[in-house]
């Protein structure tokens, strides 16, 4: 497929990475003068069924993300559309997520894991003290910048406190990291993201995730059994 050369101010410089709804670009703001990633959606799927959930996600992935400022967290600066494409502006992190470490087998030693967990909770503190639940914390939402600090990111299915932008009671997340809450629609909290930072404890331990099968199977284990 063919790329923009610019959305909006942003000059596009390079494509990240690909996917069904969109693309993500690495960009510059010419205005401040800095780096960003530019992650894209096009107008067109935001029109029915699918579609419209993807959209709808991604303007409520801006507006979570937007309202929070911490270092641990992927910054977003702004959101947009250009011509039939839809975009938010965020921080542009150097590194690799955890899921690509743990996909290339690496293992986390006893005295790294407590510095990863430490990091994603203070994170996760900072977003549930601003009303923001993420609702899918897992090693692909975790990124681990060249020097080693870790980013949150993806709050594409974030529940805001006092607002309507996502439905509490549909059954929403990446299964092996879901809350028994999450799988059976019923009120759910800030806790959800502290039981998706136990299964990555788990996993970071073990070198396996707590529970393991398809997602009926993975339901039943995670609602009645102990890992």
Known sequence: MSHPDRLGKY????????????VVYKGFDPDIRRVVALKTIRAAFGDRGEGATAAARFRNEAQAAGRLAHPGIV???DFGHADDIAFIAMEFVEGHTLAHY????????????P???SQVLDALGHAHEAGVVHRDIKPANIIMARNGKLKVADFGIARIEDTNLTQANVMIGTPSYMAPEQFLGTRMDHRVDLYSAGVLLYLLLTGKPPFTGTQEQLMYKV???AP
């Open 11 to 22: 000059h596009i410089t390079e494509v990240l990475g690909e996917g069904a709804m969109g």
């Open 75 to 77: 910054a977003v600066y």
């Open 102 to 113: 743990l996909i290339s087998k690496v293992r986390f030693t006893d005295v790294d894991i």
């Open 115 to 117: 510095g990863v967990m």
């Open 223 to 225: 609602v009645h059994e």
